[in-house]
């Protein structure tokens, strides 16, 4: 996928989760039976599922869900991971150690595996579900703080800071924290990219968002009995987290590509 056809699919799934009626006015959860299992066609593009509700503006509709889950969960895993990072990198010898071998610990486990104990533990919802993916997501973005923090601390620039007398607080805040997490949010496009589908496929185990919600893991999770008969109930909900993905992961790319070297 080349990067400025990403970058328009990312704008056009912005403006889907910001005013979704601005591309599909109708209602995502209004049914009518009488058009229940209709084809891709004129009426319906992506045709309707099982209680004739549209496809294309349940798809539209969904996608603010679906973002919003792949941001916050993206947002919790890098928040944990900067307490995490910083506090193994600056935190002296005992720290280091004790939050290496936790991260070591939850590195044992699949991404998608700890998130499900997780979501056992504390029950299924979309806020579980956000919830869980920012924790598994967590420990690859704190090694990568804890790295970055480290390698700051011991510059010069950092170095001339205290001798010239600069309170800790003062350092850390304005030259060992900025420069840590800087290469940080180039991994979190493709952090956002990777928590949408993490979520959509807890919500197609039935642990996140549930049916008839319009978010697209949901939406696959209630299609998954008509494949057979109605394949597009799960085609362009899928088609949707693919490319959202993809675009993601293209951006982030080219990100890191153009970053300082």
Do not use: C
């Amino acid at each position: 996928m080349p990067q400025w056809i990403a970058l328009g699919f990312l704008v056009l799934l912005v403006v889907a989760a910001v005013v979704p009626w601005l591309l599909a006015p109708g209602d995502p959860l209004a049914i009518a039976p009488a058009e229940a299992f209709r084809p891709p066609g004129w009426g319906h593009p992506f045709g309707t599922d099982e209680s004739g509700r549209d496809i294309y503006t349940r798809v539209v509709h969904g996608t603010g869900a679906s973002l919003v889950i792949g941001v916050a969960a993206t947002a919790i895993g890098v928040a944990l991971a900067l307490v995490l990072g910083v506090a193994a990198a600056l935190g002296g010898r005992v720290v280091d150690f004790g939050v290496s071998r936790f991260l070591e610990v939850l590195f044992a486990f699949p991404g998608l595996l700890l998130a499900l104990l997780v979501i056992t533990v504390y029950g299924p919802g979309i806020v579980t579900s956000t919830i869980a993916v920012g924790l598994a997501t967590a420990p690859g973005y704190a090694r990568i703080i804890r790295a970055q923090t480290r390698s700051v601390a011991s510059s010069a620039y950092v170095e001339a800071a205290v001798v010239l007398g600069r309170s800790r607080g003062r350092i850390l805040g304005r030259h060992i924290l900025p420069n840590a997490i800087a290469p940080v949010f180039v991994l979190v496009t493709l952090g956002v990219g990777q928590a949408i589908v993490w979520a959509a496929a807890l919500s197609y185990l039935g642990l996140g968002a549930e049916p008839p919600a319009a978010e697209w893991g949901a939406m696959l999770f209630a299609g998954k009995n008509y494949v057979a008969t109605a394949w597009w109930m799960t085609f362009f909900p899928g088609l949707a987290i693919v490319l959202s993905a993809a675009a993601a992961t293209v951006l982030g790319r080219a990100l890191q590509r153009r970053g300082p070297r």
